[in-house]
């Protein structure tokens, strides 16, 4: 796999689940611009309260396949491995794909993102283990200090500024 950083600005991402998986993905790309509809019969209160605030759009219902016919991401997060694997294996090879329950049917791993000014760094164990990927993302965030994230900032004014 290879990392990379990419704009989800105005793009359709689709999520199926409604649970704290979902959750959690739903967070990382939230604040990204992105055109966001959580598909599932039912959801966590938070996800709700998203939904409430227009943060997202949410179906209360099981997933189809038209549903994400046209997203740039999948996410697919229910509490159900064979509807997550349906989902990966009926996306186009264009799309997007992360499969929340087997991270080998999809294309997308979902990182740990730690985010200070204009430094972005993401770390993954590409699914092998979430609980080692969230220790190694506090341990990289005690080392990116104020001072760092403060010179990094400045040195992006003076380049935008060119």
Known sequence: MLPLHISLQKKKIVIAGGGSIALRRLKTVLSEGADITLVSPVAEPEIRQMAENRQIKWLSRKIEKEDYLDAFLIIAATDDAAVNKEIAQNASPSQLVNCASDAELGNV??????????????????????KHTKELAEKVDVLIDGDFVSEVDRLYQIRRNK
Do not use: E, L
């Open 109 to 130: 791993y979902m990182p740990k993102i730690v985010k200070r000014g204009h430094v972005t760094v993401s770390v993954s164990t590409n699914g092998a283990s979430p």
